[in-house]
């Protein structure tokens, strides 16, 4: 089996760290170079930047503060946030970072993809998708049940602020297609819930999918983790909070992962 991979993210605003409810109620949560330091120290496999109000914001992500993150680590490093060009992504690689992350720039202008991976390599391409349930069925999208009935998963984009009308699970074959090396896939309505990971979701990107798909949004404790890893083909995890107020070092969540049979890099 492939080692599961566990990856803490710095959701970044304003030059701080910060952590959100659904992507709402924001709360600071420490400097980024000092939690990205004691990440890199403390077992971590990669970690995730996020600038999160750079497209929003139409702008470029922070180079400086990409470039100190970088500064402290080596282990690999992905960074996204107001990435709409291969520029932005060349600025991004240049400061440190090993992978560039595009959602909205992506979705606003899919060819983009395939830019990336030929000027620099699929291994460098990671498309992230935000995903919401949307109970308004239509004909053509990937269809699901709950409790509440019928849904399907509409991808966002602007921070989570706009609905793009896309299916989640066809955007994400196609984001492959044009050669998105990995897919980071974060659950809109689990973020930050610490209720777990929405494996549903998770599940079906995986399998419509021939690349690692990280799995985010919702991580509370250690058996969200082994339950997305058990239940689902996801390449690796993603979690913020259980890790940015000490709930959780991450070598005692991949001691927990390894006692399951779950393979991880100790």
């Known amino acids: 089996m492939l080692t599961r991979r566990i990856i803490p993210c710095l959701d970044v ?3 701080r760290v910060v952590k959100g409810l659904r992507f709402k109620s924001i709360r ?9 330091a004691r990440y890199g120290e403390g077992g971590a496999d990669e970690l995730v930047f996020l600038d999160i109000t750079a497209s929003e914001e139409r702008r470029r992500t922070i180079s400086r503060l990409v470039r100190s993150v970088a500064s402290v680590l080596d282990i690999p490093f992905t960074v996204g946030g107001g990435v709409a060009s291969v520029a932005d992504a060349r600025n991004i690689l240049l400061n440190g970072a090993d992978k ?47 409790k509440s009935g019928p849904f399907w998963y509409e991808v966002h984009t602007y921070g989570g602020k706009r609905a793009a009308g896309l299916d989640a699970v066809q955007w994400a074959r196609e984001a492959v297609r044009r050669g998105a090396g990995e897919i980071l896939l974060t659950s809109i309505d689990s973020d ?47 979690a913020a909070s259980i890790f940015h107020y000490d709930e959780r070092a991450i070598w005692s969540v991949k001691e927990f992962l390894d006692g399951r049979g779950i393979p991880v890099r100790l």
Not at 28 to 36: H, K, S, T
Not at 110 to 134: H, W, Y
Not at 196 to 224: F, K, N, Q, R, W
Request: glycine content about 12%; charged content about 20%.
């Open 192 to 238: 930050g819930t610490k209720q777990g990971y929405d494996t549903t979701l998770t599940g079906a990107v995986a399998d419509a999918v021939s690349v690692p798909v990280i799995a985010s949004g919702g991580c509370g404790e250690p058996l969200h983790m082994a339950r997305v890893f058990e239940e689902t083909a996801a390449g690796a995890a993603l």
């Open 28 to 36: 600071d949560a420490g400097d980024p170079v000092e939690l990205a």
């Open 13 to 15: 605003r304003a030059g």
């Open 100 to 146: 560039a992350g595009t959602n909205t720039g992506a979705v606003e202008n899919p060819s983009l993809i395939t830019s990336l991976m030929e000027t620099f390599g699929r291994q460098c391409v990671v498309v992230a998708i935000d995903a919401k349930k949307n109970y308004s069925m239509l004909p053509d999208r990937t269809a699901f049940s709950d």
